[in-house]
């Protein structure tokens, strides 16, 4: 829960910023709009967008780089009239529709490559804040780790060794008998 939280807020802000640049660089009227629209479009970032790439690369898969770009563009078109229509936003005229698409693909696709580190700074504020609503340490590498009971301790040398050589107890135990 913590992490979809984590990526829910990340993702909201960095929309924010996306839904302002679309406001003041094309003829889209966002405004204060961009609060409750980055609600819907990272909704539909994490929720709809991921049905609609599977969708859209499978029927383009066999098709020649074009109609797979034409796809992903109107995945982006579908997005941006969920946020218009659910929203205070409006798109203004033709380039209101047509621009906004493109802005949030170049967004998104810059949102992409900083996603880890986005994701763990919010995540370490996400514990800060935790930590202080809850009074316990900020992080759980400050805590002394749980001593291990004998079953677990078992279990985990055995997951050792097997990671060691991939084998198994009784692949090792199989092999030791053969030679």
Do not use: C
Request: no cysteine; aromatic share 8%; net charge negative.
């Amino acid at each position: 829960m913590k992490k979809l939280i984590v990526r829910f807020a990340s993702l909201y802000v960095f929309n924010v910023v996306v839904l302002l640049v679309i406001g003041w660089l094309t003829p889209a009227r966002v405004g204060l709009h961009a609060l409750w629209a980055s609600v819907i479009l990272t909704l539909a970032a994490l929720l709809i967008k991921p049905l609609l790439n599977r969708a859209a690369t499978s029927m383009s898969a066999s098709s020649t780089k074009f109609v797979q770009y034409l796809a992903v563009f109107a995945v982006e078109l579908i997005v941006w009239i969920l946020t218009v229509w659910l929203s205070g936003v409006t798109a203004g005229n033709f380039w209101g529709w047509i621009i906004p698409p493109v802005i949030l693909l170049i967004g998104w696709v810059v949102y992409d490559q900083i996603d880890d580190a986005v994701t763990h700074k919010a995540g370490e504020l996400y514990d800060a804040a935790e930590a202080k609503i809850s009074g316990s340490p900020a992080s759980a590498d400050t805590a002394a780790p749980p001593a291990p009971s004998p079953e677990s301790s078992a279990a985990t040398a055995a997951g050792r060794d097997e990671l060691k050589d991939g084998l198994t107890p009784e692949q090792r135990r199989m092999l030791d008998e053969l030679g």
